[in-house]
């Protein structure tokens, strides 16, 4: 352009004239085809060029418009014809040489793993998402998988030990390996440890063998009670007791293992007044040998118990503190062995139907009389363990402060094959494919993916939550999503999954894309969803999932699922949780198993990562919503028909509130189908709107230290709506524990959640519906 506007001016050099200089450069703000316009001088640009000043004789130029104007027609004919050649030329080249300007851009020196200029969205080039399902299918092989696991495969590898700090360094070196940003994560934690006598338990007098097993965060006291047998240590075991008019208060609590988490069973007993519990695992239940010891923990919670709400870095004092969730009584794992040598023995009522379907020997399964008396010491010993949270990450090249992450634990109490082993093999080889996938493949992931290998997941997913704790303030409104690897593979004949109900469409069109690992001509949405796949394959998410803290403290949307036994459960928490165990719980189709969970994760991450939109669908909470509205309504109707509940508590707001969600999630849907949905702008505005959902429904008026677990349809606590309708159920039978004051407070509360979660939803201010 400079050239041909050189040119020009020496032909035309006479009169001062202005020109208009056009100069394309790529806008890094989004537009490459910038325009700058810029009012010069012909006679200034052509002084200076040839060195002259104000003085120049213009009479002495050969181009002085006084001699052009005696050439004749036919001599300006032609530099007319000249100029209009010379201008179309010096323009093509300038318009091309920007192109390749702005293809050299794009295409180079855009580093999968650092900082990236900004580029027009138009212009990130990705492939379609056939392609990205079709590669991942071939990149993610069981050889790689087999040689993960053979590598990660450790005997010894306890939270903060040296071998669990030996895989942390491997996963580190493989990170890198794949030239991925990696960091680490240094928490200082306390947990249990067996102290220098092992707990022991004694029956009528005697001690009953002994066993190495133990729960961490077990009060650590000597206590005897008379033994009380309560099938699984369920809410609705010890209301089965009551109805028979027994007393749980003093009593040595006898459970078995299963159903649910070691913590709820203690915490169910503890608040009955029970002296101490005995948990083991009965045959029925658990093909292990007799002598095989439990372990586990008890803290109703997750993280270190001893900094609640808040993270354990070792450079921040903090006040002597611990967690409502620590259990005020001893709790104890116990073996086959002297689980059959006590309740063989037990005398009292007979169980209620039911209870007496176990298989240990010779045990008729009675409850147990007054002159059962067992003594239990636990002599655990509280110190603090240096822990490390591993992390590498894939910037996205559009939105790369936006994620998800894939975290799977990495210690285990004994081998740990399938509690973390599979878990960290698959985090590794998702890891390895999808950087594959952008070095030799084109895939430009439009949001970042970190990969996060957890220490200390034993003792409550300590590792995992005091990194959310830590970081919970620049999580927010960033991290979109979590992905547990965790127990990912106990077994073949049964695909559970619990998730956030944002992602149900999402796994459920997933798992119509993953062939079956047991009949590959089904998919696994065939093979196990049924008639109604809610039914046959999500269930509760509850304190058990390494998903839960996520989901329900900081209000990520979160998924875990599991290829599982439908008739003995693992044995997690044992030493026989080995290859070959998994082996035969899985009919020798673990590396099957593992590349078709593999899969799933893998579908899940790139479509939460490729499309514009976030693949998370907020209508599913109205039904969730209305769920609990209803039951609410009718249990405060029934209430205030018996008298029990005043008839000023009213239902108005809470619908309102409901009414609200609804409409913002109408109101959104209805939003995307009428948006250009290539503009990103908009597309990261309605992003915002579905990634405030969840963080919205944790409620703001609870204590993280007093309860950890705000979300107020998932969590648990007073202030969920799950509570409120125990609550009412309390005042309707006129309980001791009802208290209507406390009721009314907690359903104003939760009201106002749910609306502000709908203001959050409907965007700004002035699309807020503030009738409430």
Same mark, same amino acid.
């Given at each position: ?14 009169? %001062? ?61 032609? *530099? ?7 201008? =179309? ?74 071998? #669990? &700090? ?16 990696? @960091?680490t994560d240094e928490h200082y934690v306390k947990i249990h440890e067996p102290g220098s006598s092992n707990n022991r338990v004694l029956f ?42 027994? #007393? ?22 503890? +608040? ?8 083991? %695992? ?27 709400? *808040? ?43 039911? @209870? ?21 010491? $636990? ?12 992390? !590498?990450?894939?910037? !996205?090249?559009? #939105? ?43 895939f430009k992931p439009k949001r970042s993916i970190v990969f996060a290998s957890w220490s200390a997941g034993e003792f409550g997913s300590v ?10 303030? +620049? ?12 127990? $990912? ?71 875990? *699922? ?37 899969? $799933? ?36 109707? +029934? ?6 509940? %005043? ?5 108005? @707001? ?26 990103? &702008?908009?597309?990261? =505005? ?6 405030? $959902? &969840?963080?919205?429904?944790?409620? %703001? ?13 998932? !969590? ?35 009201? @106002? ?20």
């Open positions: 352009m400079d050239q041909a506007r050189t040119t020009i001016s020496k032909i035309f050099n006479g009169e %001062p004239r202005s020109y208009t200089r056009f100069n394309l450069t790529q806008n890094m703000e989004g537009d490459n085809s910038h325009v700058e316009m810029k009012l010069s001088s012909d006679m200034d640009d052509e002084v200076d060029a040839n060195g002259g000043g104000e003085n120049t004789n213009q009479h002495n130029h050969p181009y002085y418009p006084s001699k052009l104007n005696q050439r004749s027609p036919k001599t300006i004919c032609g *530099f007319v014809i000249g100029i209009l050649f010379l201008f =179309i030329i010096g323009y093509l080249i300038g318009y091309l040489s920007n192109r390749n300007t702005d293809k050299t851009e794009i295409k180079s020196n855009c580093p999968v793993f650092n900082e990236i200029a900004p580029v027009r969205a138009e212009a990130v080039y990705s492939l379609d998402w056939s392609d990205l399902r079709a590669l991942l299918k071939k990149k993610l092989t069981t050889l790689n998988i087999n040689t993960n696991l053979r590598e990660f495969s450790s005997a010894s590898h306890q939270a903060g030990s040296t071998g #669990d &700090e030996a895989l942390a360094n491997k996963i580190m070196g493989k990170f890198k390996t794949f030239g991925m940003s990696t @960091w009528r007098g005697n001690v009953v063998e002994t066993t190495e097993g133990y729960l961490a965060y077990s009060a650590i006291k000597t206590v005897q009670g008379a033994a009380l047998y309560a099938h699984y240590g369920r809410a609705e075991d010890f209301r089965r007791l009551q109805d028979r008019n027994i #007393d749980v208060n003093g009593k040595v609590v006898l459970v078995r293992a299963g159903l649910l988490s070691f913590a709820e069973k203690v915490a169910n007993a503890a +608040s009955l007044n029970a002296s101490a519990v005995l948990i083991y %695992p009965d045959p029925v239940n658990y093909s292990i040998k007799e002598d095989t010891a439990l372990f586990g923990h008890v803290h109703l919670g997750t993280g270190d118990p001893y900094t609640p709400g *808040f993270p354990s870095f070792n450079h921040t004092q903090f006040p002597p503190a611990q967690s409502s969730g620590l259990p005020s009584i001893p709790a104890q794992t116990i073996t086959i062995k002297q689980a059959t040598a006590i309740m063989s023995k037990l005398g009292g009522r007979t169980s209620p139907d039911g @209870w007496s379907d176990g298989m240990l020997r010779d045990t008729m399964y009675s409850l147990g009389d007054e002159g059962d008396i067992i003594t239990v010491e $636990v002599n655990n010993v509280l110190i603090q363990k240096k822990i490390h949270n591993v992390f !590498g990450v894939i910037k !996205g090249y559009m #939105d790369a402060d936006r994620y998800i992450v894939i975290g799977a634990q990495r210690d285990a109490w004994g081998p740990g094959y399938a509690r973390s082993t599979v878990g960290t093999s698959l985090l590794v080889e998702l890891a390895r494919t999808i950087t594959d996938m952008i070095k030799n493949d084109g590792g995992a939550t005091e990194w959310l704790e830590g970081y919970l303030t +620049s999580l927010n409104m960033k991290m979109f999503s979590y992905i547990s690897l965790d127990e $990912v593979i106990s077994g073949f004949d049964s695909f559970k999954a619990t998730a956030s109900p944002l992602l149900y469409e999402l796994l459920e069109s997933t798992m119509k894309q993953v062939s079956s690992p047991v009949d590959a001509t089904k998919s696994l949405h065939e093979q196990f969803a049924g008639s109604n796949w809610e039914k046959s394959v999500m269930e509760p998410m509850g304190l058990s999932h390494s998903a839960y803290p996520f989901q329900t403290f900081s209000g990520i949307p979160s998924i875990s *699922f599991r290829f599982t036994s439908s008739s003995k459960s693992y044995p997690f928490g044992t030493i026989e949780d080995t290859d070959q165990t998994l082996e035969r719980y899985t009919s020798y189709n673990t590396l099957k198993l593992a590349k078709t969970a593999g899969e $799933v994760v893998g579908l899940v991450t790139l479509r939460l990562v490729h499309d514009h939109l976030l693949k998370l669908n907020v209508a599913k909470y109205t039904s969730v919503i209305r769920s609990y509205v209803s039951q609410i309504r009718s249990k405060v109707e +029934s209430c205030q028909t018996s008298g029990r509940l %005043p008839s000023t508590v009213t239902m108005q @707001w809470l619908l309102s509130a409901q009414g609200s969600y609804d409409r913002a999630a109408s109101a959104l849907i209805s939003a995307i189908r009428n948006s250009d949905l290539d503009d990103m &702008e908009q597309c990261r =505005i309605i992003n915002n709107r579905i990634m405030r $959902v &969840e963080g919205s429904l944790l409620s %703001p008026y609870v204590s993280p230290r007093e309860s950890l677990f705000r979300h107020i349809l998932l !969590g648990s606590g007073s202030h969920t709506l799950a509570a409120l309708v125990d609550h009412l159920e309390a005042i309707k039978g006129g309980h001791e524990s009802a208290d209507i004051d406390q009721f009314k407070n907690q359903f104003a509360l939760a009201t @106002w959640t749910i609306q502000g979660c709908a203001n959050a939803l409907a965007g700004e201010v002035w699309d807020m519906d503030n009738e409430i």
